[in-house]
């Protein structure tokens, strides 16, 4: 059974079969919604169904309260049509010159940033041109058909591609990427995916937030912003438990040299005396809070742990007044760890 979808306020239509889920009949035809983790944990897809009814293809996480739910919100990674449906959605764009596409690479280089960070470089085919937004993501593709989502950490251009692969305990590829992986192994990716990536027909200052190995999109972001001499303010919180989590410090340091207009502002949750810490303690997203009685004319990049993300926009949406079309976020999720 096929429906048709119309999303508002843009008017663009498309169709959706009853087992496909809205998001990615969005992709197919062409419209990027705005989307992360497309398994219902991050919220970014979260928009009105305004006529029309839906299902759920897998039960939606806590990103979607009972609220939500009351007001006639749905996650549409998840939720799919039983009918016709017109649909909210903020923020959509066309997918234009940037194809999804489907890849051979091979393992380039591999560089322990921390002892649970390591750097993966992959090289691209000669043959290939292979660009992205910056922010974006890409899957690596498993034998068994299985996913691992991973930011892409450097600029377009490019002929290699750069992750940072946090170790997840028990976790099938990331062991494999601390153990077992070697120079010149073949891995296959999909990408560039994610609706996550730097709008760049705006002028608002920017607040770019990380946790942890959400600081790996937004190197992208900076770096490109040196790169084509962007004046855009920009304040980047980079929230780790420890100072070792804080694995390009120096680098990031070194940017407000190259970058003017940009601040940096290191905070840890959990510093411990042999960090010699002097910086700034707590949560990362409060430390926003604490520099920022309004945000209503700022943009919000904020990458991490879904937990984060949800408080970021809580309070960054809430109490801050940052308008809810200007926070883009992408949520971390981790696959089940294996047996």
């Known amino acids: 059974m096929t429906y048709r979808i119309s999303l508002q306020p843009g008017g663009q239509a498309f169709e959706a079969e009853a087992e496909q889920s809205v998001l990615d009949a969005a992709l197919a035809a062409g419209f990027i919604l705005p989307y992360s983790c497309r398994d219902g944990a991050c919220g970014a897809c979260k928009g009105k169904v305004l006529s029309g009814d839906i299902t759920y293809l897998r039960p939606p996480g806590s990103s ?14 998840c939720a799919s049509a039983r009918s016709d449906l017109t649909l909210e959605a903020r923020s959509v764009s066309r ?10 690479t091979r393992v380039n280089r591999l560089q322990r940033l921390a002892e649970d960070v390591m750097l993966l470089e992959l090289k691209l085919p000669a043959s290939e041109r292979f660009n992205f937004r910056p922010g974006q993501f890409i899957d690596i593709l498993l034998a068994d058909g299985s996913r691992r989502s991973f930011s892409i950490a450097n600029t377009p251009g ?15 590829f990331t062991n494999q990427v601390f153990s077992s992986m070697k120079l010149k192994d073949i891995l296959r990716i999909e990408g560039p995916l994610g609706s996550f990536f730097l709008r760049e027909d705006a002028n608002a200052p ?6 942890g190995t959400g600081f790996a999109p937004l190197k992208s972001i900076i770096e490109h912003a040196i790169e084509q001499g962007v004046r855009r303010p920009i304040q980047l919180y980079w929230g780790a438990r420890e100072r070792a989590g804080l694995y390009h410090d120096e680098m990031a340091r ?16 959990e ?5 010699a810490w002097t910086g700034r303690e707590g949560l ?9 009685a309004s945000l209503a004319d700022h943009q919000v990049y ?38």
């Open 206 to 211: 920017l607040i770019l937030l990380a946790g």
């Open 271 to 275: 510093a411990h005396s042999s960090d």
């Open 254 to 269: 070194a940017w407000q040299d190259q970058l003017p207009g940009l601040r940096y502002i290191p905070v840890l949750s």
């Open 95 to 104: 997918v234009g010159d940037i194809p999804i596409r489907k890849l051979p």
């Open 158 to 172: 490019h002929s290699t591609i750069e992750l940072h692969i946090r170790r997840i305990d028990g976790g099938r």
């Open 302 to 339: 904020a990458c991490g742990s879904p937990a984060m993300i949800d408080a970021a926009r809580a309070a960054f949406c809430g109490e801050r007044s940052l308008p809810e079309e200007a926070f883009f976020a992408d949520a971390f999720t981790f696959a089940a760890p294996t047996a």
């Open 64 to 77: 979607l309260s009972e609220s939500d739910r009351a007001e006639g919100l749905a996650l549409f990674c």
């Open 284 to 292: 990362v997203h409060a430390a926003v809070i604490e520099d920022f």
